[in-house]
Each structure stands twice: as C-alpha cells, then as structure tokens.
C-alpha cells in the first residue's frame, strides 16, 4: 500500500506546474494548488501583503505536497475510507474538492446505503463506505472510478469552456478522462470509440 506522502507526490506529478488558465475556475495554479487556496491559507510568499499570480509562481513542490496531505486528504478524513479507496477520493479531492465525496455518497447510495450527500466524511459516509467495501471488494474501487469519469463528462455537458479538459484536440480523451481512468482497471476503460460517441454532441 502507498504511503499517504506517495500518494501526494504522485498526485503532483499529475497536476504539472504553472498555468492561469481563463478557463480555469481554480485561477492561477501551480502543482494543483490554486490561488484560492493559498489565499485561504495566508500563503504571502513574497510578503508584499498580497496573496497573488506571484506568489502561485513561487510555491515549491514540497510545499504543495504538504497542503496536499494536510488540506486535502487529513483534514477531510479521506483516511477513515476504506484504504483501497483512498488514492482515488484523494486525487479527486485534490482536482474537485468536496465533491470527491459527494460522487463517492452518491455511489453509495446507489448501493442503498443511507446517507446525506453533503460531502462531509462523517460516521455514516465512514461506516458506509466500509460496508461497501466488504460487499463488493472487487469493484467498489472501480465503481467510484467510473462516476468520476462520469462526473467530468456531465461537467463538460453543462459548461462547454470546459470541454477541452475532457476532450483533447484531437478529438481523444483529454487529461480528466485519462486522469479518472488511472484509477479504473484497463477492461472498465472506454475505448477511444466510445469516448467519441459519448462526446460527439459537443460538436
């Protein structure tokens, strides 16, 4: 099993340096930490009384990785889920916030468990999602993996600026596609035809 610090740094690789996308809710992003992020949390890196595009450029790598581990995986309790969930809902939380967990509380109601979709890891989301763990140990991880890849396409439904983070250029799946089906086993992959199909209303 990875270690948590693994996990972050993995997750880093993933999210790449600097960019300020117009796109881009998140703003101005250096290693998958966003500038609202850092504001939140008082990061000055350059203490000149403003948390900034300047101060998103100079925040290191090891840095990131502690508010990853910290913020995104401590704080929301990602560590009381089911330890073979955890990558997944963490780098999920990392890309979506709270709604990492919301899509886990829906798949498990789904699974008729009784629980609020509020994403909060409380008790019942815990006890939930262990219960589902033992009743479907070998495709719980994968059923998660699939509502995130789905999660992005209805995103990219409804907001066609972000389309092209689910659709490369090309018309193959882009980085949130490939990023969801990372967690997902190969036979549960869409082939690039059916990833066409699923987006060939956006024109």
Do not use: C
Request: charged share 25%; net charge neutral; no cysteine.
């Amino acid at each position: 099993m990875l270690s948590v610090r693994s996990i972050a740094e993995d997750i880093l690789a993933r999210e790449g340096g600097y960019v300020d996308d117009p796109d881009d809710p998140g703003g101005p992003t250096n290693f998958g930490v966003t500038i609202h992020t850092m504001r939140a949390l008082g990061l000055d890196l350059d203490g000149d009384g403003d948390v900034d595009a300047a101060d998103v450029k100079l925040i290191s790598r090891a840095q990131a990785v502690a508010i990853f581990i910290t913020h995104y995986f401590e704080r929301p309790g990602i560590g009381r889920l089911p330890a073979a969930l955890q990558p997944s809902v963490f780098d999920m939380y990392v890309n979506a916030g709270a709604n990492a967990v919301r899509i886990l509380q829906r798949l498990l109601r789904e699974m008729d468990h009784d629980l609020a979709i509020d994403g909060v890891i409380g008790p019942l989301t815990t006890r939930a999602a262990h219960r589902a763990m033992t009743q479907a140990p070998d495709h719980l991880v994968d059923a998660y993996g699939i509502a995130r890849r789905n999660y992005y396409y209805r995103l990219a439904d409804r907001r066609p600026a972000s389309r092209k983070y689910a659709r490369r250029r090309d018309g193959g799946k882009g980085g949130w596609i490939t990023r969801a089906e990372a967690f997902i086993a190969p036979r549960w992959h869409l082939s690039e035809e059916a990833h066409r199909a699923r987006v060939a209303s956006w024109g």
